[in-house]
């Protein structure tokens, strides 16, 4: 199938998305806070560096969330565990009420440096500072700069790949030989 001709211009966008959504990835939200807090569940993370201790994340131009990562200069980003989907899909509805209300019935707690929310119970939370940000065509690019960061790793990611939510496999230690 052709998804790109050969000037690089992209013949069918569903077969793009498709193609790109072969990737496996890990699940967040990433939340700002302030007067009108908001949050969006994001598939578009990544490690940068760790020194300095950089994040990245991708949001599209249109969204909400990309013109309050401009104005307010710090957010937080929450990596979901598999039992927080329906958070989850909460941050992913656009129909949902915006603002403090979208955090009714969240478990979350102000982070300790930056106050943006981060959801309770999280794989991982971080606090960030905007760092930089780039064009990167439908989407803007935001580097952040980690100001703190908690972890516990006594439950499972919750991924996403070709469209949907999945969960780990029950694995076994063993190595069959």
Aim: include cysteine; aromatic fraction near 8%; charged fraction near 20%.
């Amino acid at each position: 199938m052709t998804i790109l001709h050969s000037s690089g211009e992209v013949a069918d966008r569903s077969a793009l998305r498709a193609a790109l959504g072969t990737f496996a990835t890990g699940v967040t939200v990433v939340t700002v806070g302030g007067n009108s807090p908001h949050g969006m569940t994001a598939n578009s993370f990544t490690s940068v560096s760790l020194d300095p201790a950089l994040v990245l994340l991708c949001v599209e131009r249109s969204a909400v969330m990309h013109r309050k990562l401009q104005q307010t200069g710090v957010f937080g980003v929450s990596v979901l565990v598999e039992r927080q989907e329906p958070v989850a899909r909460h941050f992913a509805d656009q129909m949902r009420q915006l603002g403090s209300a979208e955090f009714e019935g969240v478990q979350w707690l102000p982070g300790r440096l930056t106050g943006v929310p981060l959801l309770k119970e999280s794989l991982a939370a971080f606090e960030c500072r905007l760092w930089r940000s780039y064009d990167g065509g439908d989407h803007g690019i935001f580097v952040g700069e980690l100001v703190s960061a908690d972890w516990r790793c006594d439950e499972e990611a919750l991924l996403f790949s070709g469209g949907r939510f999945r969960r780990l496999a029950p694995h076994s230690d063993a190595i069959a030989t």
